[in-house]
């Protein structure tokens, strides 16, 4: 009897057909731009958007692992402004800054944990938790600096890469990224926890059968969230050499927004940090390329918008086609009546 | 007395499998029909074609002498016909009167709630009803929520009513008095079809009985010129075939022991033990036990006493994770939902078990895949590549992926629960193959099924589970399907 056929694709090739959509967008977007608005291809330019992607980057690939999970993180963005805020107020302090800028991501961890905890054991919506710890973790970073940025003196070789830095002539904030991005890969690929993200995020109850332990995998996924925000607030409290409370307001929507498009399925259980990575640099490209072209702020958002609607929309045909495909046809045993399997009640 | 519902050679299969053969029978006027058959037989696709969800692929239904056709539900409440399934279609956060009067409010625009509240009241109260309309339907108790779901289908003027095992959920006291009303609406010239297991109930209620087996009619008559054992043999339908046995007969030191197991409601006082290389049986009706008594081996359910031991050490049975440290394996009886990960690989599917049991510290994808190779051509499973998902696989190599799981994860005791639900002739006897295989390499194994000959195929010794107790422990070389049948409905 057959049993199989060919031979096990390469992790490139499954790993292009599964994240075509955001690859291919990706590609055909870098072409248009390379034919309508050639100046993006300058230097100093393409530097720019490597540095524009980095934040919202290093923040969607944590959020990537929640969402994995089928839950969402929206405490993101204040979580990047707690930990800024922290770091500086440790600076003025005296603290040394590495060992500040540890405590930023820590703030970050920490707070993600809480998040993990009410999810995993308390059995609070993910929306709704970390809603709560994005208002709570606002009006902490304001409380701390009484509603002002926190303006701290002095930097190091690790901040000033971290903030406006180069390494090797890239742009240090996209090097970290880009380091991020591997690490979040491998974790994905080569580590359990990482098949156990997928797998909760399929079906909870038969990752509990399998003797995974949901709860804590969970509470990991959402401190590893924290701790990429958090990393993105040291940094960005390292660029602007002030920890601002108000920053980051709007990177929890757009690092949702970044692993969406990277076509990482909300429900759970779908996707990847490699989808990810495109989908952040899709979004610094395009709105690079609206800067270049003179579109008002106003109009960029309009148009990021429309970005989202377009790319998820496609991402969804090309998966249920693909799944079609490979779909046999309905076999006879889902039609059967089945013994014990409670009857669909027919709306009457 | 006239003939309201009748069926005539009314025959449905889905692609290949004949759920419905020449099924015919009749309904009168005031009459409470009892609709029995073992699980799987065919009740709930016979209730699906009169109720608008399946239409005949043969034969013809006639109401009050005149044929029609039932091709969607509004089709079949047009003609007063209403099911009430067990699980229950209403909305657990409005109140009574709100489910009551969903969608036909009374007042012109504004829902006039005085007058809503009103007629409930009246309404519920000529069919002997007494709850408070105001009370949140969730509050309610389940025997409440029956009786206003049959409540919400007799608001449409119902001259046929089909109730899917209504009592199942039931216990005593809400039973009769569900039963009350049945007979109340008896004599208001409502037809019922009344499906259920337990015959002590058709006995006190039914007028006539059809009883069904693989589709088939086996039976129909009055209640009053039948008997158990009657209803018995034509639920059971045909003798078993001896030959198709195989088990081991060798058997090792008991492996697995349950002693005194209890779960508060739903499982009392259950102590069994398994052998090395033995197959024991669990049969019994839905809402036995059967599946409950697995998941709290397994520990997926909590205990509330009861003491699980494994080649004599003790288990704590606290998560799935210490049983299968322990070596106990659960496939479970919803493959799509527990037993697999539909939309990751078979590659991942299989590894995930074992590396959870050995804790490993990283995984390899491509070691991974190769291991998967192996299992698919031990298990010949059948699939482009082990790294498509599995959910577009077949049934039975769905399941055959869940096998491989386990394999990978070297258990002691697999606990099997409806291992070939939903699967082909072709590949249950590769599936059978394979539990006897796995006997011969001396695991325990237990095997749950609604299927009897499966179960007395397969089983070295067969529990019979009735109402969360072991009813009757069966030698599986001579048991036979009435046997334990019989102990299953709570006879003798």
Not at chain 1, 146 to 175: A, C, K, R
Not at chain 2, 348 to 374: F, Q
């Amino acid at each position: 009897m057959a049993t199989q056929t060919g031979r096990a694709p390469s992790w490139l090739s499954e790993t292009l057909r599964r994240n075509w959509m955001s690859i291919g967008i990706f590609i055909l977007l870098v072409l248009l731009v390379l034919i309508f608005v050639p100046t993006f291809f300058q230097g100093p330019n393409l530097l720019n958007v490597g540095r524009q992607s980095a934040l919202v980057g290093i923040i969607a690939i944590g959020m990537t692992f929640v969402i994995l999970t089928g839950g969402i993180d929206l405490s993101v963005g204040a979580i990047l402004a707690v930990s800024g805020v922290t770091t500086a107020m440790l600076i003025n302090q005296g603290m040394l800054l590495p060992a500040a800028g540890a405590c930023g991501l820590l703030v970050g961890a920490a707070i993600g944990v809480v998040n993990g905890l009410g999810v995993a054991l308390l059995k609070i919506q993910p929306f709704i938790m970390t809603l709560a710890t994005m208002v709570a973790a606002q009006g902490l970073s304001l409380r701390l600096t009484n509603g002002g940025p926190e303006q701290f003196n002095g930097t190091d070789g690790l901040f000033t890469l971290m903030g406006s830095g180069d390494v090797l002539g890239l742009p240090g904030p996209f090097v970290i990224f880009l380091v991020i991005s591997i690490l979040g890969i491998l974790a994905l690929r080569y580590l359990p926890f990482g098949r156990f993200l997928y797998a909760i995020g399929g079906s909870m109850e038969a990752a509990r059968l399998s003797g995974v332990r949901t709860n804590r995998v969970i509470i990991v996924a959402y401190a590893i969230s924290g701790l990429c925000a958090g990393l993105a607030g040291v940094m960005t409290a390292a660029r602007l050499g002030v920890g601002d409370p108000t920053a980051g307001s709007l990177s929890n929507l757009d690092a949702i927004t970044a692993v969406v498009i990277g076509g990482t399925s909300l429900a759970g259980g779908i996707g990847g940090a490699v989808g990810t990575v495109f989908g952040a640099l899709l979004l610094a490209v395009i709105s690079n390329v609206m800067n270049l072209i003179g579109i008002s702020p106003f109009d960029q958002q309009i148009v990021k918008g429309a970005v989202i609607v377009i790319a998820v929309l496609l991402a969804a045909r090309g998966a249920r086609r693909r799944f079609r495909e490979r779909t046999p046809a309905r076999s006879a045993e889902d039609e059967t009546p089945q013994p014990n399997q409670p009857s669909a009640p027919v709306a009457a | 007395m006239a003939t309201r519902l009748e069926m005539r050679g009314v025959s449905k299969h889905f692609l290949g499998v004949q759920a419905l053969r020449d099924v015919s029978f009749t309904l009168e006027a005031g009459q409470v029909l009892a609709l029995i058959g073992e699980n799987g037989a065919g009740k709930s696709t016979l209730i699906r074609a009169l109720s608008g969800a399946h239409l005949p692929d043969e034969g013809e239904i006639l109401m009050d002498g005149s044929p029609v056709k039932i091709a969607k539900p509004a089709d079949a409440e047009a003609l007063g016909i209403a099911t009430v399934y067990q699980e229950l279609n209403l909305f657990p956060d409005l109140t009574v009167v709100e489910n009551l009067v969903f969608n036909r409010y009374p007042g012109k625009g504004l829902i006039d709630w005085k007058k809503a509240r009103r007629e409930a009241r009246d309404f519920l109260h000529t069919l002997g009803l007494t709850v408070d309309v105001e009370r949140r339907v969730r509050e309610l108790s389940v025997a409440e929520k029956q009786m206003l779901e049959i409540a919400k289908a007799l608001e449409r003027n119902v001259r046929v009513l089909i109730l899917d095992e209504p009592t199942a959920v039931l216990g005593g006291e809400d039973v009769d008095q569900l039963l009350d009303l049945v007979r109340g609406l008896k004599e208001r010239g409502v037809s019922v079809i009344f499906v259920s297991h337990r015959l002590e109930e058709v006995f006190g209620l039914a007028d006539g009985y059809v009883v069904l087996k693989d589709g088939v009619v086996t039976g129909t008559g009055k209640i009053a010129e039948t008997n158990h054992d009657q209803l018995v043999s034509k639920m059971v339908g045909r003798e078993f075939v001896r030959g198709e046995r195989t088990v081991n007969a060798t058997l090792g030191e008991p492996v697995l022991e349950v002693e005194n197991l209890n779960r508060a409601g739903v499982l009392f006082d259950i102590s069994f033990s398994v052998r090395a290389g033995e197959v024991v049986g669990v049969a019994g009706l839905r809402g036995a036990g059967r599946t409950e008594l697995a998941r709290a081996i397994y520990g997926a359910d909590p205990i509330t006493s009861g003491t699980v031991r494994l080649k004599q050490k003790v288990v704590r049975v606290s998560g799935p994770l210490s049983a299968i440290q322990a070596g106990i394996g659960l496939v479970p009886e919803e493959r799509k939902t527990q037993g697999l990960f539909t939309a990751l690989s078979s590659a991942a599917n299989i590894s995930l078990v074992g590396m959870v049991k050995r804790k490993e510290k990283t995984m390899n994808p491509g070691n991974e895949v190769a291991k998967a190779r192996d299992y698919v051509r031990k298990l010949r499973i059948k699939m482009p590549s082990p790294t498509v998902p599995v959910g577009t696989l077949s049934g039975g190599n769905q399941q055959k992926v869940v096998l491989a799981k386990w394999l990978d994860a070297d258990v002691d005791v697999l606990i099997l629960d409806e291992p070939t639900r939903g699967i082909d002739i072709g590949a249950k006897q590769e599936i059978y193959q394979l539990i006897h295989d796995l006997c011969a390499q001396g695991l325990a194994i237990i095997v749950i099924s609604s299927e009897l000959p499966e179960v007395l195929a397969l089983s070295n010794r067969v529990l019979v589970m009735h109402q969360g107790r072991i009813a009757a422990e069966l030698d599986g070389s001579t048991a036979t399907e009435e046997e334990i049948m019989s102990h299953a409905v709570g006879g003798k």
